[in-house]
C-alpha cells in the first residue's frame, strides 16, 4: 500500500520552515556540515530539512534548534 501524497499546503509550509531553519544557521555563522555533526546526521540529510524535502521528526528539529543555538519556536513560526 502506498503512502498518500502530501498535499500542497503542507509542502510550501515545510519549505518555508526549511528557510527558517537556513536562515537561523546562517545567522550563526555555521555550516550546513556544522549543523549535521551536531545534530548527528548526514550533511545530506540535513540539506534535505533545509530544502523542504525532508519531513523530520520532532526530535530532530530539536536538536537541529540545540546545534544552531535558538528556541525551537523561532525554526517552525508561522506568519
Do not use: C, F, W
Amino acid at each position: 500500500m502506498s503512502r498518500p501524497a502530501t498535499p500542497d499546503h503542507v509542502l510550501v509550509r515545510r519549505r518555508r520552515i526549511g528557510d527558517q531553519i537556513r536562515a537561523a544557521r546562517q545567522q550563526q555563522n555555521l555550516t550546513q556540515e556544522q549543523v549535521a555533526l551536531r545534530v548527528g546526521m548526514e550533511r545530506a540529510n540535513y540539506v534535505k530539512i533545509e530544502q523542504g524535502q525532508a519531513s523530520p521528526l520532532l526530535d530532530t528539529l530539536l536538536l537541529i534548534a540545540d546545534a544552531i543555538g535558538v528556541p525551537l519556536a523561532h525554526l517552525v513560526r508561522e506568519g
